[in-house]
């Protein structure tokens, strides 16, 4: 069994293991703890005699017993090793349906529990439910990575110090805001990986998108979930579209738009038609559905509605400001009115995202456009300096020589990812 097998396993598997290990034990510190065990027994066994058919229900099994056996070590009410240990046996059916669902959505809830910072909820939960490293959700902050470590421990010390349990509460508002974000950054982290070799991690987007039309289930009259959920829909639709067979990026104005998912973008802009009977559409997500829904309905390139992205972006920068906000609609201002427009909205950002590749992408291509092609080339090699995932280092260093060589690409977009929250706008 190879060691990247084993690491996707890991990102894949593990929040999963930890869920179910939650609802069983009731302690994340521990649920972690057993959850690791389970890995380690997993590379033990599957060294000497291959990976099982379905790894995903042997790991389900094996974290049940070493659950038990935990409780049955630590607990001394014995009716609650009882009523786990006489449960139903871990089957494939009911380990890969709803149920399992819904552990991992009572994990987020939890962990974004009103007793923690926003920043705190965030950082936990993306950990959690992403199975990423505590450096890979520094990045998805742009934050340092002792900082998120700080965070994270703090952060779990708060819940078990408040005994806080773990479920779908009946009051759900107070954390929807939470929750959302966090689905949100889960499909981020899938669309744009920030991390490794390839550009798409499909599960982490399957993952968010379960978890949103869950969520949505949940709470069919909250304008802001459909908004969240029509977003992550209509950015799958072009999942098949954004990468070559071996991973190399393939820009929004290069996708070949038949390869586009219709079913997920009708149903997208269905849950925008409802988000608008509702009347909730000026709600950050409600606009940035909107603005994948105007990529979405363009049959070309050439069909965009830039000037239409650019209003959406001008009041989404006024509801829910952010750097990375403005750098996204300095590529709409730059689509819809020039290059030089964009430069303008992008200067005053070098200081606020120094560490942030996609502003010295939109930089590099921005300058491209304007025809200077020195700058631009600068900007781009910066851009493959600075990030860590291997496909976008390869395209920004494709961009750099081209510019190199004197001329450029202008309207082939950046190596930006289109959704407002982590990417540049309607370029990938």
């Not at 998805?140 to 408040?162: C, D, E, S, W």
């Not at 849950?271 to 000026?282: C, K, M, S, Y």
């Not at 025809?371 to 496909?391: K, M, V």
């Not at 260093?397 to 190199?404: P, S, T």
């Amino acid at each position: 069994m190879t060691e990247d097998r084993i690491d996707v396993l890991w990102r894949v598997e593990s929040p999963r293991v930890i869920a179910r290990l939650m609802r069983l034990v009731g302690d994340l510190d521990t649920a972690e703890e057993l959850a690791a065990d389970v890995f380690v027994a997993a590379i033990e066994k599957w060294r000497l005699e291959g990976v099982p058919a379905n790894p995903a229900a042997w790991l389900m099994t094996t974290a049940r017993f070493l659950a038990v056996d935990r409780i049955r070590r630590r607990d001394t009410q014995r009716g609650k090793y009882r009523l786990v240990a006489a449960s139903e046996p871990v089957s494939v059916e009911h380990d890969s349906g709803g149920d399992l669902a819904e552990d991992l959505l009572g994990l987020i809830f939890m962990a974004c529990h009103p007793i923690l910072s926003p920043d705190a909820r965030s950082a936990l939960t993306l950990k959690l439910v992403c199975g990423l490293s505590t450096e890979d959700v520094a990045r998805a902050f742009l934050t340092p990575a002792p900082t998120i470590a700080q965070r994270i421990v703090r952060a779990k010390k708060t819940l078990a110090a408040a005994t806080v349990r773990f479920e779908l509460p009946d009051d759900r508002k107070p954390r929807l805001d939470a929750v959302r974000e966090v689905i949100y950054l889960v499909f981020n982290e899938g669309y744009s990986a920030t991390s490794g070799d390839r550009w798409i991690r499909g599960d982490l987007c399957a993952e968010a998108l379960r978890l949103g039309r869950m969520l949505a289930a949940l709470t069919p009259n909250d304008t802001e979930t459909l908004g969240l959920l029509a977003l992550i829909e209509i950015q799958a639709s072009r999942l098949g579209a954004r990468e070559t067979p071996d991973g190399t990026p393939i820009l929004l104005n290069d996708q070949d738009r038949t390869r586009w998912d219709r079913l997920l973008i009708q149903r997208g802009l269905a849950t925008i038609n409802r988000i608008e009977q509702l009347r909730g559409t000026v709600g950050p997500y409600a606009l940035q559905a909107a603005i994948a829904a105007c990529h979405a309905r363009a049959a070309t390139p050439e069909d965009t509605d830039w000037e239409r992205i650019t209003a959406l972006y001008d009041g989404l920068a006024r509801i829910s400001p952010s750097p990375v906000v403005e750098l996204n609609r300095a590529v709409a201002t730059a689509r819809a009115f020039g290059p030089a427009a964009g430069l303008e909205i992008l200067a005053p950002l070098f200081s606020r995202l120094a560490e942030y590749h996609l502003l010295y992408a939109v930089a590099g291509d921005l300058h491209c456009r304007a025809g200077d092609h020195e700058h631009a080339r600068e900007h781009f090699l910066t851009a493959a300096s600075i990030t860590r995932n291997s496909a976008d280092r390869t395209t920004m260093q494709a961009r750099a020589a081209v510019c190199a060589a004197g001329h450029g690409t202008a309207g082939h977009g950046t190596a930006g990812h289109g959704t407002a929250g982590h990417g540049t706008a309607g370029n990938g």
